[in-house]
């Protein structure tokens, strides 16, 4: 149930934005990231999260990553 949520809120976010607000680049729930902390959120692109990301662990963040949530992979 809830990836079937977060999956919404990827499509939800993207289509409310339609494009990346870093890059420019169209808006793909696929290739989405949701950036949330408190009452805050931040939709962009997965390359733009990447840099910005660059792989440090993101403290009291929610991240949802639409390359994640929208996977070809089965999980249990």
């Known amino acids: 149930m809830h990836k079937t949520i977060n999956r919404n809120l ?3 976010s993207a ?3 339609i494009f990346c607000g870093q890059c420019d680049a169209i ?3 696929r290739r989405w990231v ?3 902390h ?3 959120e931040l ?3 997965a390359p733009c999260w990447d840099i910005i990301s660059k ?3 993101t403290p009291g963040f929610q ?3 639409g390359r994640e949530a929208f996977s070809k992979k089965r999980t249990a």
């Open 34 to 36: 949701l950036v949330s």
């Open 55 to 57: 792989g440090r662990p």
């Open 27 to 29: 808006a793909d729930c």
């Open 43 to 45: 939709g962009m692109c």
């Open 10 to 12: 990827l499509k939800y």
């Open 63 to 65: 991240v949802l990553d």
């Open 15 to 17: 289509g409310r934005s």
């Open 38 to 40: 408190g009452d805050e």
